[in-house]
């Protein structure tokens, strides 16, 4: 096993030293993205302007009623992702029913390509760019596969209080890093020292020292699996004589109301309560399964190839 020294330059170092290295602090970082995000969000969709929904044309043509026989997603990218375990699939699941009552276009997906992304090595390169990078990666003699994709195992990471967070493009489960919650934690030696964030910092590090490079989008403080997409407007459209058809404010509403109470459910359900009861169905100990998946190719909705 490679011996891990932390890069001056890794980004996800600098929200550690920013929250003094405090798994509450942490979590309080991860928790105040995502609820300004969804205000934010949630202001702008609901605004008497809103033009629409940010359909995603690429999966619109790979799925759903619009799909295009033959059509080929041009871009190929190279991550590390975990995968949810079987009892937050069925949260997902639950999540994803109650999406459908009030907005039956979405597109869904599916249980088996859900994931979070715990680093973007590359992403929107043609094939053999990134077949380059994973002989790259493969011929490493500083760090192997196995390092990277079993580093979950001896360093533990939770992730808790699910919520569904959204865009005018997409929603997701994201989650915040534990700070110490849950029965005898401390006793345990599980007081969450070392968080999601510190994985995602190490994990980093480590495919820095095979040599590859890290073109990332994702380093702000957000553990979100990707749960729905929009591909079309069907549902959100009303007839206007004059103008044809345009986006109906109040089935906007109707779905932004949805989400509300889905969080509701989720808070009162699956977070860790006041009165100190712990559903341990809201946790998340993140590649409890032994391992990291390492991942190649057309892998924007959960497809490609295990590397």
């Known amino acids: 096993m490679t011996t891990l020294s932390i890069s001056p330059d890794n980004p996800f170092q600098v929200l550690i030293a920013e929250s003094n290295d405090d798994p509450a602090q942490l979590q309080s970082r991860y928790e105040t993205h995502r609820t300004n995000r969804n205000a934010q ?3 702008k969709i609901l605004d008497e302007d809103f033009p629409g929904w940010s359909v995603d044309e690429i ?11 033959g059509y080929v997603d041009p871009r190929n990218c190279l991550v590390i992702w975990a995968r949810p375990p079987p009892h937050i699939r069925r949260l997902i699941a639950f999540v994803q029913s109650e999406l459908k009552d009030v907005a039956p276009s979405l597109w869904m997906m599916p249980p088996g390509n859900l994931h979070t992304t715990v680093l973007e090595v590359a992403h929107s390169l043609t094939r053999d760019q990134i077949e380059e990078l994973v002989q790259t990666l493969k011929s490493s003699k500083n760090v192997t596969e196995a390092d990277i994709s079993g580093y979950p195992l001896k360093h533990r990471t939770r992730l808790l209080k699910p919520m569904v967070s959204f865009d005018s493009a997409a929603l997701a489960l994201s989650f915040v890093p534990a700070a110490g919650e849950g029965p005898a934690r401390i006793s345990e030696g599980n007081d969450d020292q070392y968080s ?3 994985l995602r910092r190490d994990i980093f590090d480590l495919v820095r020292q095979t040599d590859l490079p890290v073109a990332s989008r994702y380093i702000v403080p957000s553990a979100h699996v990707t749960i729905a997409r929009f591909i079309n407007h069907d549902g959100f459209l009303i007839d ?9 404010p109040s089935r906007v509403k109707v779905l932004i109301d949805k989400i509300g109470h889905i969080n509701e ?5 699956y977070w860790p309560q006041a009165d100190g009861s712990y559903p341990k169905e809201g946790e998340w100990v993140v590649g409890q399964d032994g391992r990291l998946v390492i991942r190649r190719g057309r892998l924007w909705y959960g497809g490609g190839q295990d590397v």
């Open 240 to 248: 206007k004589a004059e103008g044809g058809e345009v986006i109906d």
């Open 265 to 269: 459910i989720l808070a009162s359900q």
């Open 59 to 69: 999966l619109r043509r790979l799925d759903g009623p619009a799909k295009e026989e």
């Open 196 to 198: 999601y964030h510190h």
């Open 41 to 43: 969000q949630k202001e």
